[in-house]
């Protein structure tokens, strides 16, 4: 019965702590750090590492607008305030869900990105587990307390520094003290610890009831660079100053030098990688493979082999290019081949067909008489590859001939095409069979190339 009349701050969330010194992910310090608990907001710093993900690889703009659902727009404070129907850009959702910790503009991002909160839910988990969270499951992308949805203040930590070393260029954001959301400006929830700790400079707040208050913060000072995270603080000023004691002690720990080993970005393999897409509108089907191996090894180069036909006339590019492509290729190949004069053409030689045919070394166990064929786009080959979409048209190509060379072995003979959208411009090889089209998507998957398979019709 006095528990019940204490106030809600008084009442003591389960408590749990880790330190690490972020530029090694030494861990200087734990208390109950693998207990699963309520994360509350700091869910939302998967959220935004999606976000920059999704950005990356072209899957959303950040001048995207969204348009915010009824489910969105239901969710409780803290939030921005926005109303079904209502359009707002992507970067000002970050924002606000970053700074101010808004809980619409949250599940508004996991919707835009995957379609629906529980696909957005099932992304968490899948990049969760890329990311080495053993003991983390997420159900909603705000943060807000869910049964299942639990985390650790190791996980989170691990979580922090992906943050920051993964995505560098959007990591200021959460040292913001305001930010202008779009529809109006927002204080940032962290504003006292980062005017109060001296190299203070993010990142995410949390709270709920069931969690207590929670936060998850790095400073840097000189070479050395802290993340400390709490899980169960009694109140905002309570949680600052442990937060504080806990970012000295490692500040104390850490050594004053120390090589920087950053985190390994996430490799989505077969069992997380991401989920098949859903029809978009646009002229054909696009399919998301989630067939990817991790390794793959690549083709031997072809020496008598011509590259495709160039579409960007820059020559250092095209030469940087190649050269990549080339030197990539020998790398990987068993041995590298001497250098020879080509062959002769045989006397016997016969042309599959009319067009021009590409001439081809014959090999040691070549029989009397060869057949040389080129891949065309023509018949029943409808099947293309995507590998990304990019802020302009030289991006685009340029990309189509880095891959086009990489991949020449299931590439060759496709066309290679750019095609404007509104969100961008869409690299894209046509002319292939489904077969083709799968094997080239798995192969460049495999180097962490983005791919997306594009049906007939």
């Not at 053993?134 to 985390?151: V, W």
């Not at 940032?188 to 009831?209: E, M, S, W």
């Not at 169960?232 to 000295?248: K, M, Q, V």
């Not at 998507?441 to 962490?448: F, I, S």
């Amino acid at each position: 019965m006095m528990l019940a009349a204490l106030p809600t701050s008084a009442i003591a969330a389960p408590y749990a702590a880790l330190v690490m010194d972020a530029r090694t992910g030494e861990v200087l310090h734990s208390e109950n750090a693998d207990t699963r608990l309520h994360p509350a907001s700091l869910t939302k710093m998967m959220t935004l590492y999606i976000a920059f993900e999704a950005i990356e690889k072209g899957e959303i703009d950040l001048d995207t607008n969204i348009v915010i659902s009824r489910n969105a727009a239901a969710e409780p404070p803290s939030k921005l305030g926005l109303r079904p129907g209502q359009k707002i850009k992507l970067r000002y959702c970050i924002r606000a869900a970053a700074i101010k910790s808004a809980n619409d503009c949250a599940t508004a991002i996991g919707e835009a990105i995957s379609g629906s909160e529980a696909k957005f839910a099932r992304r968490m988990n899948r990049t969760a587990k890329a990311l080495g969270m053993t003991r983390t499951t997420f159900k909603n992308a705000n943060g807000l307390t869910e049964n299942g949805h639990m985390s650790t203040a190791r996980d989170m930590t691990i979580l922090g520094r992906h943050v920051l070393y993964d995505y560098p260029e959007y990591y200021n954001l959460f040292s913001r003290t305001t930010a202008d959301a779009g529809i109006r400006q927002v204080a940032n929830t962290n504003r006292r610890l980062l005017a109060a700790y001296k190299g203070a400079d993010g990142i995410k707040t949390g709270y709920t009831r069931a969690a207590g208050f929670n936060l998850v913060s790095s400073a840097q000072r000189g070479n050395e660079r802290i993340i400390a995270t709490v899980f169960g603080g009694r109140s905002t000023a309570t949680r600052n100053a442990r937060i504080a004691e806990l970012l000295d002690l490692g500040f104390r720990k850490a050594p004053s030098r120390a090589r920087l080993n950053k985190p390994d970005t996430p490799e989505y393999g077969l069992e997380t990688g991401p989920l098949l897409a859903e029809n978009d509108g646009t002229s054909g089907r696009t399919i998301r493979l989630v067939t990817a191996v991790k390794t793959s090894l690549r083709p031997q180069m072809r020496p008598s082999q011509e590259p495709a036909p160039v579409l960007i006339a820059m020559k250092d590019d095209i030469k940087a290019a190649l050269l990549e492509a080339q030197a990539a290729s020998l790398t990987t190949s068993p041995a590298a081949q001497p250098k020879t004069s080509p062959a002769a053409r045989p006397k016997d030689l016969v042309l599959a067909s009319v067009q021009s045919a590409i001439k081809s070394r014959p090999s040691a166990q070549a029989q009397p008489r060869e057949v040389v064929t080129r891949l065309s786009g023509e018949g029943g080959k409808h099947w293309g590859i995507n590998v990304g979409r990019f802020n302009s048209r030289y991006h685009a190509e340029r990309a189509l001939l880095k891959t086009a060379l990489n991949e020449m072995e299931t590439l060759d003979g496709s066309l290679r095409s750019v095609v404007k959208r509104p969100k961008g411009y869409e690299a894209n090889f046509n002319g292939l069979t489904r077969e083709r089209a799968e094997t080239a998507c798995r192969r460049l998957q495999a180097r962490n190339v983005t791919c997306f398979m594009m049906g007939p019709g």
